[in-house]
């Protein structure tokens, strides 16, 4: 079963000789258990360490493998066996590696960098070919200002007219593209000062043996950029090919090194004298054992460890100081007691499999602190069924079953594997309600299947053949509405009382007076007001609904007799007694003062929130209609429907030559009803279109209906109730190995 705490942590201390430093990190990096916490150099005589000799050296090596993986754009899907690389083969491989990507790499970046070129010449060369001026009659002159670029032809030629240094002109024009030839030589600028005109670089045309025509010199650039990128093309197949080959190499060498890194660097975190040092961590408490035994096989005697805490739920700190060796306590501490640093201890949550998927939707909000409950067993045991129930169908839910297997199957990250997980449990809710209500794709039959015709089962439980559930679209069926309307209330009480109770205990720590007007105030405030709302005080100004949709045809409401379509399932329910609303309210008074005692006014103005908090569950019902109302509609336009004199609804599925068998209304006839001949497969096509597109319309709405007003009751309702978040994630000093092995 999963905890609502995460895993008990404890502090360990490591205390030891220099000379068995190294084999001991060894030890402790294999054991891969303790969440090393760093030196604050707070005590007297000790010192932080400094990295291993060679640490320096692997980081360049590791900061080198990563820039070639990434140059290649080698991921882990990349990767092929496990393999052993010894220092050797990692120090020779590695080089020879890195010269070949670099060259390639080098090559790709000139050839992209002239062809860049060439397109933007292409580009410049537009103008020219516009309009028609051979290249090499554009320079070369001595006594001639040559000018091309774009503007307004008039304006410019009235500049040239009016300058005192412009003797004579010409101007060829298309357009807004202009070419100036202007005697004597000036600066144009200065020429046509105040007029616009933007002006293009004159091609170069080299050494004059090329082409003189913009379209020729077009061809002969694009000629070349042609060149380029067949070359281009070619060492990018080079690339792809070294990357298929080395792959494997750099994968397991970015692990074998950030293994090294690791061990090497992890003296920064210690406390160190001359000859000693002291490292301290948090490890799983049921684990201390392990790390003892580890090290004495290891090192033996040169190492000492002891448990120095054990962390406390109360508030995260470790007041509960347990020995692992009788007369040891706090002598690994240096300074005579005090820990190395401060801080709560890290999260390990502590949740079965079926559960873990669920811990992804609580790190959404945040991490539980250590002191805090875990609501991933509540996310986990509700959400699923919240959004079962609103969405409800066997169809739809093996859909979403198939739909997490996908994502569990064919993705590597957590993130997409947790949310499969979370997929196929709300499918599994999705396809048991699916079961409840009879619906397969909206349709019904499968109700009378599972539970039978006249006499079944179904009609056993509610008075009617078919389903003992009903969403309660049909006017024959509209109290089975009213009914979910109810339950979509009591729900909200039941999760909002747990909300309040995990705040209770939380708060604890903080003293029995403060867990009381912070959460148990607020809990008799919400249930005393809704047990007296479902109460027969002053029931007249209460809704009918409340008393008649679990109580029994012909039973008395408000002095009116209760029909069959006004009750659901006949339990006999008719509201609580007066007495027992009086008193409900009179504990709902005694929450009320409590919460005004403990918050002051601004209790009493946020006291109408245990009425807001519960009807915003009602969207569960809203959502519930919602969505079988659209699965409703694709099947009416497709099957077509009738509703009977007792306001059941029924599709029409086998009456395509005509509808004379219908015996009710027709709501309306269906595609497939009424067509011949050709025009029948024409509405067969266009039936099955509808169908399906319709349907996974639905479906994904459901993900986005369902699912997140399903979320946004459990974060905004539920965890404001308790939840604050916010704890530090358990890292231990170690590795896990995916692309090397040391056998």
């Given at each position: 079963m999963s905890s609502l705490r995460p895993k008990r942590m404890s502090r360990v201390s490591v205390t030891g000789s220099k000379r068995v430093m190294d084999e001991t990190i060894e030890a402790v990096h294999e054991l891969n258990l303790v969440h090393v916490t760093d030196y604050d150099g707070s005590w007297e005589g000790f010192s932080p360490g400094d990295p291993i000799e060679g640490a320096e050296d692997a980081a360049g090596k590791l900061v080198t493998v990563r820039a070639l993986e990434s140059t290649l754009g080698i991921d882990e899907e990349d990767a092929g066996r496990t393999r052993i690389i010894d220092d050797d083969e990692l120090e020779s491989e590695l080089e020879e590696t890195r010269t070949r990507v670099n060259e390639l790499d080098d090559r790709r970046s000139e050839l992209e960098a002239q062809i860049r070129e060439i397109e933007e010449q292409i580009d410049s060369t537009r103008p020219f070919a516009a309009l028609g001026i051979d290249l090499d009659l554009l320079s070369g002159y001595d006594s001639l200002t040559?000018?091309?670029?774009?503007?307004?032809?008039?304006?410019?030629e009235s500049s040239l007219a009016a300058s005192e240094e412009v003797d004579s002109y010409e101007l060829y024009t298309d357009d807004n593209y202009v070419a100036l030839f202007v005697y004597p030589d000036v600066d144009i600028e200065d020429a046509l000062v105040g007029t616009p005109f933007t002006e293009y670089g004159i091609p170069d045309?080299?050494?004059?043996?090329?082409?003189?025509?913009?379209?020729?010199y077009v061809e002969e650039l694009t000629h070349t950029r042609q060149g380029l990128e067949s070359e281009l093309e070619t060492v990018e197949s080079r690339l792809a090919e070294l990357k298929h080959e080395v792959a494997g190499f750099l994968l397991a060498a970015e692990e074998k090194l950030s293994i090294e890194v690791q061990k090497r660097e992890a003296p920064l975190t210690f406390a160190m004298t001359e000859n000693a040092f002291v490292a301290e961590g948090w490890i799983p408490s049921e684990q201390v054992t392990d790390l003892v035994e580890t090290l004495d096989t290891r090192v033996g005697d040169h190492v000492e460890v002891d448990e120095l805490e054990r962390a406390s739920y109360e508030d995260g700190h470790a007041h509960d100081r347990e020995e692992l060796d009788e007369g040891h306590e706090g002598e690994a501490v240096a300074d005579g007691g005090h820990e190395m640093s401060g801080g709560s201890p890290p999260v390990i949550q502590d949740n079965r499999p079926g559960a873990k998927p669920f811990e992804m939707l609580v790190g959404v909000i945040n991490r539980p602190k250590y002191s805090?409950?875990?609501?991933?067993?509540?996310?986990?045991l509700t959400f699923p069924i919240f959004f079962g129930f609103m969405i409800g169908d066997v169809g739809y839910g093996i859909l979403y079953m198939l739909m997490g297997w996908f994502l569990m199957a064919k993705f590597d990250s957590a993130g997409f594997r947790s949310l499969g997980g979370v997929a196929i449990w709300a499918g599994i809710c999705t396809t048991i309600f699916?079961?409840?209500?009879?619906?397969?794709?909206?349709?019904?039959?499968?109700?009378?299947?599972?539970w039978g015709y006249e006499g079944g089962l179904g009609e056993a439980i509610t008075g009617h053949p078919g389903a003992p559930m009903d969403k309660g679209?049909?006017?024959?069926?509209?109290?089975?509405?009213?009914?979910?309307?109810?339950?979509?209330?009591?729900?909200?009480?039941?999760h909002l009382s747990i909300g309040y109770v995990?705040?209770?205990?939380?708060?604890?720590?903080?003293?029995?007076a403060d867990a009381v007007t912070e959460n148990?105030?607020?809990?008799?405030?919400?249930?005393?007001?809704?047990i007296w709302v479902f109460s027969t005080h002053l029931q007249s100004v209460k809704p009918n609904l409340l008393f008649t949709t679990f109580n029994a045809e012909g039973a008395t409401v408000a002095g009116n007799t209760v029909g069959a379509q006004e009750v659901a399932y006949e339990l006999g329910f008719a509201g609580f007694s007066e007495t027992v609303g009086i008193a409900a309210g009179v504990i709902g008074l005694i929450g009320l003062a409590l919460l005004v005692y403990g918050e002051g006014g601004i209790g009493l103005l946020e006291s109408l929130n245990v009425f807001v908090n519960v009807l915003s569950y009602t969207r569960i019902a809203a959502v519930l209609l919602a969505k079988a109302g659209m699965a409703f509609v694709v099947n009416l336009l497709v099957l077509g429907a009738y509703q009977d004199s007792e306001g059941g609804v029924h599709f029409i599925y086998n009456n395509y030559d005509s509808l004379d068998q219908v015996h009710g209304d027709i709501m309306f006839s269906g595609l497939l009803n009424g067509a011949e001949g050709a025009m029948f497969v024409v509405a067969i096509l266009a039936g099955a279109l509808?169908?399906?597109?319709?349907?996974?319309?639905?479906?994904?709405?459901?993900?986005?209906?369902?699912?997140?007003?399903?979320?946004?009751?459990?974060?905004v309702e539920f965890f404001n109730k308790f939840y604050e978040g916010g704890g530090k994630p358990y890292s231990p000093f170690g590795y896990e190995r995916r692309y090397t092995t040391e056998d």
């Open positions: 040559v000018a091309v670029g774009e503007g307004d032809a008039d304006e410019i045309l080299g050494d004059g043996d090329g082409a003189t025509s913009p379209e020729a805090e409950l875990d609501p991933t067993l509540v996310l986990f699916g079961v409840l209500y009879g619906e397969f794709f909206g349709l019904h039959e499968l109700g009378y299947v599972v679209l049909e006017p024959a069926s509209i109290a089975f509405a009213w009914a979910w309307l109810v339950i979509s209330l009591v729900i909200g009480l039941l995990f705040g209770f205990l939380d708060d604890l720590s903080h003293g029995i148990v105030s607020w809990l008799m405030l919400m249930l005393g007001a809704w509808i169908f399906v597109v319709g349907h996974v319309l639905v479906l994904l709405l459901g993900i986005t209906s369902a699912g997140l007003q399903g979320i946004r009751l459990e974060y």
